[in-house]
């Protein structure tokens, strides 16, 4: 549905400045969408930066486009899992992808991400950016990067990243592994919100992040 896609475009690059309040009409049908709720996948677990910004835009969009944003996690496999379940969704412009840089990263990265960035995918709007992160556990010895990287040559350690392959990961991996040769071991898990909580309880106690996830606990 070309035209929903276009006004949710419309709708997601000016909710947040309130300027939102656009309906469309599927050609043929004579129906004005949305009739019924909208489904944003998010293919990371909860508390993650994608998730947090996924929910902050279906809250700006639901009262313009008087319908339910619902926010629909779907983590594993770096973000190819609920990638390739709105690819394979029905093209009607109630199911739309929220994601990282992970979606144009890990076509390169896995024989098989389950999905064609270019044959299934409309993209619609760039509705945040964010830097990458490293931070450690407060009762971490390390105050700056250098003191990170000095003591990590003396002591064997692990850093939390989201998920193998993601932006976060692969930074973690430069830093670590290719700038420094330290040899750090990555530890994944399923999106943000879980690796913030590992590295919060020092499990492991060095994290690479994008700053949203962890920006609560630092504050």
């Not at 300027?19 to 949305?34: D, E, K, R, V, Y």
């Not at 909208?38 to 700006?60: E, M, N, T, W, Y």
């Amino acid at each position: 549905m070309e035209i929903a896609i276009r006004a949710l475009a419309f709708c997601a690059a000016w909710a947040l400045a309130g300027l939102c309040n656009a309906q469309a009409t599927s050609p043929g049908s004579g129906q004005a969408w949305p009739g019924k709720p909208i489904r944003f996948i998010a293919p990371f677990a909860p508390g993650g930066p994608v998730d947090i910004i996924g929910r902050l835009l279906g809250q700006k969009l639901a009262e313009p486009l008087g319908q339910q944003i619902i926010i629909d996690n779907r983590a594993g496999a770096g973000g190819n899992i609920g990638t390739a379940a709105v690819a394979k969704s029905a093209p009607d412009g109630y199911t739309a992808l929220i994601t990282s840089s992970a979606f144009a990263v890990n076509v390169s990265l896995f024989p098989d991400a389950g999905y064609s960035a270019e044959r299934d995918f409309i993209p619609t709007v760039i509705v945040a950016s964010q830097p990458n992160l490293i931070f450690v556990n407060a009762n971490h010895p390390a105050k700056t990067l250098a003191e990170l990287l000095s003591l990590a040559r003396t002591t064997k350690t692990a850093f939390a990243s989201p998920g193998s392959g993601t932006t976060p990961h692969l930074t973690g991996e430069n830093l670590f592994n290719v700038v420094a040769k330290l040899g750090m071991t990555p530890i994944h898990f399923r999106g943000a919100g879980p690796a913030v909580t590992a590295v919060v309880s020092g499990e492991p106690a060095i994290g690479s992040m994008a700053i949203s996830g962890p920006l609560p606990h630092i504050k």
